[in-house]
């Protein structure tokens, strides 16, 4: 585990080493971004409106019973954009990004592709790592702040549709935009973007040392996707301790 | 077999005392050769004798335990040796990247290292294309192209790079007999057009015979003969014969 940790720590360091590149990487970089893009968006728009829609279920009709119904829009305006959000596609990203990336380069690793390019001289940290790290690193924080508005739409019209709440679409937003401002979600995207560095790295790394056939590529895809999941709640803690000082 | 005009870029090879050892298995046990600029040098023996292994630490990608490695008398580990020198190597699978297409393998090693522009590049692919015989393939993917023609674009991979040595990992590993001439021939072909010194890794024998100026046998990791194709055969060592002569004899009167 230690090894896998410090291996994680110097792919890290070399990717920021090799960062004065990615002009050059720059049609990989917007190749990657727009898959991520592409492949996410209905996800993360789905996945957000409901987040926002069960906070509301959940916490509006608790908030009504003790006369508190004008904060449900502060409620579910504040969790989304500091942790909900953040968390949750970064997850996503993780499942749906992060595996494909560890299965992608730990094929090429298998079937002696990235040897290939070592023997043309080409460092395959530039040619993989820095346009998948750079790519994942833009789009997980812009994807973050979809979600966030999707999952305020979705809080807004639950608080709006269900009988036990009863929030006008008005006094949602007058609420949230009280208690929540650009900082929060400015903090939210913060954390996207590191969470971002974590899934890059470590579905990268666990594709670079990708050994076996099949077998070993589905064993790296798993742990990728594990290992990201287990550092994003982890470093969320740690951020959010830091964050709120 | 005549021996190829050299031009100046041909290089040597020199492997001193080489050992590898992968856990508790020793894989190459102080590995001795000498391969001489612009020949074709055959390295044969059974699988697991540690010639992928080998092949690997003369391209860099392993680093050896002990012993070491020269080119033209300069040692590999030595700083900027990668860039002095144009090695290529063709690997059993072929290894084309398989996201991009043909054409761009192909000429991957410029567009990376901006070495020409575009326009340059597709007529560089294209006439590396034409010399192995695959000519007007730039456009297909690496899964659209048989195992044959997968090895033959490899090659044309490594001519790109205009290199001083090709090392050729079991370039006829499963390959039906017909295309493995066909590679063979593409071998001999470039040694008499590009003069490039040849390394090939292989277990067969058809090819390691119709290819070799030199050849070494290597068994469990020590390389236990060396010499012309003529000397080797004529070597009454057991474990060379044994494995030159081994042939499928199947014994009918086992099956009823």
Redesign the interface.
Known sequence: MFQNIGEMVLLFWRTLLALPQTWRQRQKVFDQFFEIGNASLLMVCVLSFFIGGVLALQTGPVLVERGLAGAVGGLVGISMAKELAPVMMAILIAGRIGSAMAAEIGSMRVYQEIDALRTMNINPIHYLVLPRVVAIALALPMLVVFAILVGWLGGALVSIANERIVVSFGAFFGNLREVVDAADVANGVFKSFCFALIVGVVSCHQGLVTIGGPRGIGRSVTKAVVNSIVLIVIFDYVLTSILLR | MNAPQLTPHAVGLQVRGLRKRFGAHEVLRGVELEINPGEVFVLMGPSGSGKSVLL?HL???EKPDDGEIRINGEPLDSDGI??RYR???V???G?????LTVGENIG??LS???LKPPAEIARIVAEKLEVVGLKGIERKMPNELSGGMKKRAAIA?ALV?DPQLILYDEPTSELDPLSAVVIGEEILKLKERVHVTSLVVSHDRDLAFGVADRMAVINEGRIVAIGTPEEIKARPDPIIQRFLQADFKPNHRNHP
């Open positions: 690997r391209i860099g990608l990668m860039s090695m290529a190597m690997f059993q699978s290894a084309l990247l398989n996201s991957l090693y990376e290292h901006r991979r790079i």
